[in-house]
């Protein structure tokens, strides 16, 4: 039986509370999943689609209600200002999210959610990682992503999509596959009356069902316009996310108590921030805040996106020495082979910029450092940055620091050419 549609709060705890019984009752249970960073794009894409998706399921479906999953523990939203700013835009609250914490213990997964009673729908890529991804890799049975293909999803996938294209933001291409079903979801609920949702005034059904549709909009059009440096990112743009903000605007214009106070560029600037809003985390917060990991010949790597440059972080631990002792424990911990961080920030002119560092911790993974530092040199445009004293060279480890000058190459591409350079 679909879901009631109602707002995305009362959704949320509809889903965690079906995921609860779920795992306590062997019952079926279908999952959709973002990336294991868990950034803002991952989260809207997951409860766009299973908002819309448990509305509205097709009859063929897995189960008829769809969860989605933020893929990372609790206490790691905190990381995240973003998603606070952006939650309250939707009416919701963050301890609404369903988490990793919802799911059962790692060590009993396979035991209280077996494979055979999930399904999985991946957003924001196509191959499931870590203990998910050695537990359920084969369950993954639709998939909305921008990112290279993994070639880890079955070609066919009905009644679920199955794709893989260029766009600046994943929550594009998931407001372009929902947005039918919920034209007609919005249409249906104000021909029939929609349930008044708990924190609303008693106003008539229309405006409920605008004020919903409303809420949602703002928090799809938060990643995309994130994503795309509000529609202005060069190389990242592609127009399914211009089509996507222009119909999420249409959305938020039939509220009238939303349509009155929305301005893109207001809203951008106030995501923005909260996003760049790090100085209260430490440095290992910092690096695990939005971080991303493979697998790769047996060897491991590990990027963390940080919005603040390299010198930011320097004076942040105090010292050089800090930095990299403080990179190398968080590098220890994963069991990395090489550590990568991606700075993205604006100079004091007012001009976006990007620097890479990379460190191959141990003599075998230098030769694949070395690799990608000649073969992506012109690609990413790398100049050596050396006023910093954080290049080194020994017998057993490799670093470098580079300021990158193609500033519209971001992890998805980046990420992909170091994993070819560790292929051999």
């Known amino acids: ?174 407001v372009r596959y929902c947005r039918d079903t919920w034209d007609q979801l919005s249409s249906s609920s104000l021909s029939t009356g929609a349930a008044h949702a708990q924190s609303d005034s008693l106003v008539d059904d229309s405006a409920v069902r605008w004020v919903w549709d409303a809420q949602i909009a703002k928090l799809a059009l938060a990643s995309i316009l994130i994503d795309t440096a509000n529609l202005t990112a060069k190389g990242k743009v592609e127009h399914v996310d211009i089509q996507a903000v222009d119909y999420l605007e249409t959305k938020i214009d039939l509220s009238p108590r939303d349509a009155v106070s929305y301005n893109r560029q207001n809203y951008y600037d106030e995501i923005n921030t909260a996003k760049k809003d790090i100085d209260t985390l430490d440095l290992g917060d910092i690096l695990r805040k939005d971080y991303k990991e493979w697998n790769e010949a047996g060897k491991k790597l590990g990027i963390s996106s940080v919005v603040k440059p390299i010198d930011w972080l320097l004076r942040k631990t105090g010292d050089q020495k800090s930095f990299l002792h403080t990179a190398q424990n968080f590098s220890e911990k994963r069991g990395l082979s090489i550590c990568a961080i991606m700075t993205a920030s604006t100079n004091q002119n007012g001009h976006f910029q990007r620097e890479l560092f990379l460190w191959a911790l141990d003599a075998s993974s230098i030769p694949a450092a070395q690799k990608f530092a000649e073969t992506a040199n012109t690609e990413l445009g790398l100049e050596e940055q050396m006023a910093l004293g954080i290049q080194e060279r020994s017998a057993d480890m490799w670093r470098r620091l580079w300021v990158q000058k193609e500033v519209g190459k971001s992890r998805k591409q980046v990420a992909p050419l170091l994993r070819d350079s560790m292929k051999g």
């Open 1 to 174: 039986m679909a879901f009631s549609c109602n707002s995305l709060g009362a959704f949320l705890t509809h889903a965690k509370a079906a995921l609860h019984s779920a795992t306590h009752h062997a019952q079926k249970i279908t999952l959709v999943i973002g990336n294991e960073s868990a950034d803002l794009d991952s989260l809207t894409s997951s409860l766009l689609y299973a908002y819309v998706r448990s509305c509205s399921p097709p009859r063929n479906a897995f189960t008829s209600l769809y969860i989605p999953v933020t893929n990372i523990p609790a206490a790691d939203i905190r990381l995240r200002p973003e998603f606070l700013a952006v939650c309250l835009h939707a009416n919701i609250e963050t301890r609404h999210l369903i988490t990793l914490d919802d799911l059962p213990p790692f060590v009993e997964l396979k035991q209280r959610l077996t494979p055979e009673n999930t399904t999985w729908i991946l957003v924001d890529h196509n191959k499931l990682q870590g203990v998910l991804g050695e537990i359920y890799t084969s369950g993954a049975r639709g998939v909305i992503d921008h990112h290279d293909e993994e070639h880890a999803v079955r070609q066919h996938t009905d009644p679920e999509p199955r794709i893989i294209e260029q766009s600046g933001s994943c929550t594009s291409l998931v």
